[in-house]
């Protein structure tokens, strides 16, 4: 079992940064996949970013990229998301997630473990 916990949410004016932080149990973190998802009202959740256990190579979601980071601590369990130039259309609950198998996966249905999600406002 895995129990994630997201944090750095909030609210933003447009052009603004957040960073979020996903915290992880267990002792074989850095032997996950990690991914962040968001979903907004009335629509799927969306893949926004991933990374593999090793870190070294990673997978945006052309809405975000060259705006959104991801990054890993393994010695801290801990997965962030910085997010620079918000944009209104980012407004979403934002929700980090665990796959046990370890790739930088892409779809919902390969993640394993979820968070309870971090809301994101962004103003305009």
């Known amino acids: 079992q895995v129990q994630l916990v997201e944090s750095g949410g909030g609210l933003v004016q447009a052009g603004g940064s957040l960073r979020l932080s996903c915290a992880a149990s267990g002792r074989t973190f850095s032997q996950y996949g990690m991914g962040w998802f968001r979903q907004a009202p009335g629509k799927e959740r969306e893949v926004v970013a991933s990374l593999p256990w090793s870190g070294d190579r990673t997978y945006y979601a052309d809405s975000v990229k060259d705006r959104f980071t991801i990054s890993r601590d393994n010695a801290k369990n801990t997965v962030y998301l910085q997010m620079n130039s918000l944009k209104p259309e980012d407004t979403a609950i934002y929700f980090c997630?665990?796959?046990?198998?370890?790739?930088?996966?892409?779809?919902?249905?390969?993640?394993?473990?979820w968070g309870q999600g971090t809301q994101v406002t962004v103003s305009s």
């Open positions: 997630a665990v796959a046990l198998t370890g790739i930088c996966a892409r779809s919902v249905n390969e993640y394993d473990y």
